[in-house]
């Protein structure tokens, strides 16, 4: 394990496959502080599967608007 150089905050959104085949989709957001020992972390791990396939879900509503808009045109 590396020691914790900086407290900057941090934001990662990673996939992961759970038992049963699903995926899910987590959002990891923490800050570190560093001490002589090492540092310590503090952090959220927050499950974002719904907002990524509602995001996704609008991209390819406009990507078929846009699309229905040239044919019109």
Avoid: H, M, N
């Avoid at 995926?23 to 990524?52: H, M």
């Amino acid at each position: 394990v590396a020691p914790i150089t900086s407290s900057a905050p941090f934001v990662i959104e990673c996939r992961v496959e759970v038992p049963g085949g699903d995926v899910r989709w987590l959002a990891i957001t923490g800050q570190g502080t560093p001490t002589p020992e090492g540092g310590t972390l503090v952090g959220l791990v927050s499950d974002v599967t719904a907002q990524r396939q509602a995001s996704e879900d609008l991209r390819e509503a406009d990507r078929r608007k846009d699309e229905f808009l040239a044919v019109l045109a």
